[in-house]
């Protein structure tokens, strides 16, 4: 359900205020998403590429052996989210994780190292994969956050 067109539509609307119950709710930082789906969440913090202002999303990231990256699937929306157009403006970045603070450069990938990225997030959950199917008609951009 999560995955379908409408269920997308309504996670990119209310996971945030739901996310806000499981803050009060749970103790220790949970988000929604982790205690729905099991999924580990990160709080990315960007500067707005328009306003200059830093904006904080939760993210699922995608850990390989290699790289620890973030997909801007937007739920498979047609547009790109306002994050991954903030990397790209400015790829400076402050990923925060139970508590944690890194100050990271965000870098796009392309290629191979892309696919791989894509491939481990499908297998991490399956939505990543029925999300960049739906926005086919633009580029997901795939960012590692290196610190």
């Known amino acids: 359900m999560a995955t ?3 269920g997308s539509w309504l996670l990119a609307r209310s996971l945030r205020h739901l996310d806000r119950v499981a803050e009060v ?3 220790g930082d ?3 998403t982790e205690l729905l789906a099991g ?3 990160v709080i990315l ?3 707005g590429a328009r306003t200059g202002r830093a904006r904080s999303v939760r993210l699922v990231p995608v ?3 290699d790289v620890f990256a973030v997909l801007g699937t937007n739920f498979g929306e047609r547009g790109s989210p306002s994050w991954a157009l903030n990397l790209l403006h400015d790829p400076a970045a402050v990923l925060e ?3 944690r603070r890194l100050e990271v450069r965000a870098c796009e990938l392309d290629g191979r190292s892309r696919d791989d990225v894509v491939a481990a997030a499908a297998r991490l959950y399956p939505g990543f994969a029925r999300y960049v199917r739906r926005a086919s008609g633009r580029r997901v951009h795939v960012f590692a956050l290196v610190g």
Request: aromatic share 10%; net charge positive.
């Open 97 to 99: 994780y139970r508590g």
């Open 30 to 32: 949970r988000t929604a």
């Open 39 to 41: 999924l580990p969440v």
């Open 63 to 65: 850990v390989t052996a």
């Open 4 to 6: 379908s067109r409408a």
């Open 45 to 47: 913090t960007t500067t």
């Open 25 to 27: 709710g749970f103790p």
